[in-house]
């Protein structure tokens, strides 16, 4: 009796050990099993990171499968997937606000499963953009026109490759130098450069800052325009004529009255084949007729100027009025 019970026993326990064995071995008739050759369902995903070093990974992408219809958007490790029970070929397209779209194209070759990494390039953005017109009087009676295009821009993956102005109205673009004292991409053109007879021929049209990255992509970020050409002449009284001055020199000039705001802006440089800026004062209010040099100034030859500045940047500069320091 006791041998009986452990035969019984013995079996109990061993069945299901059998039961398993068969079952794994079984031949996979699911069609949503994974490990069904059959099985209609294929996983298509991947990882979105940034093209900056070290890169990153990019959440809240929108990935366009096109061959569906269908969406998804990366998880805050850059992580999407598919699952599709389409095997055609097709484009993955990438898309997320302040980068450029990029997309991959998806062969399955018999794949059940495909990861695919993909690294997107920010958009430049443009920081800050200053077009002025400047008027330049010299003697006896003449000016000298000018237009000058400053443009801050910004790219975090640091691949600018161009920065180029255009001027449609006048069929005109220029590449824009990069200062790398101030960091802005700057030039002043003058109206031979533009191939114009007068600046007005410019005011109220777009000047274009159009970007282009070491991988060719090109973009327009920003756009300006030149509000208005200030002609009129502010007139020097004294010193002039080099007159002998103190080491503070006083300064005066006749009122200016163009009719809008602007503020002065006075400049003393040295005398010499390539003059020297050695004092400046700003932002000086248009109410003024006078102001006296707050620094001393060593003996010698010098000329100033005076500059009438409106808020949008345009300007005016006087002839040079030129005196004595002993």
Known sequence: MTEKISTTCLYILIFPII???????????????PENPDNIYHILEGRVKTISL??????????????????????????????????????????????VSDSTYIQWNNNKKIFVEI??????????????????????SLQTEQIAVEAKISDEDNDIDTVRVIINH???SSDLP?????????????????????LERLVGHDFLINVKDIFNHQFIVGRSTIERVIREE?????????DTTSVNPLLIWQAFEPGFLFTY???????????????????????????TVDANLPPGEYFWIIWAIDEFGNRTRSK???FIVK
């Open 19 to 33: 039961q398993l064995i068969i079952q794994c071995d079984a031949p996979r008739k699911n069609p949503l099993d």
């Open 54 to 99: 070290p890169a990153q990974p990019l959440p809240d992408v929108t990935v366009y499968w096109n061959k569906q219809m269908t969406t998804t958007q990366t998880n805050s490790e850059g992580i999407f997937s598919f699952e599709t029970i389409n095997t055609q070929n097709g484009w993955l397209r990438f898309e997320k606000e302040g980068y």
């Open 119 to 140: 690294s997107l390039n920010a958009l430049p953005s443009l920081d800050s953009l200053i077009v002025f017109s400047i008027i330049l009087n010299r003697y006896p």
């Open 170 to 172: 006048i069929a005109f």
């Open 178 to 198: 990069f200062n790398t004292s101030n960091k802005w991409y700057q030039k002043t053109f003058s109206i031979f450069d533009l191939s114009i007879p007068k």
């Open 234 to 242: 502010i007139i020097f009284i004294s010193p002039a004529g080099n």
């Open 265 to 291: 802006q006075l400049q003393v440089f040295t005398s010499e084949i390539t003059p020297q800026l050695i004092w400046q004062k700003s932002y000086l209010d248009n109410n003024l007729t006078s102001y």
């Open 320 to 322: 040079p009025a030129s």
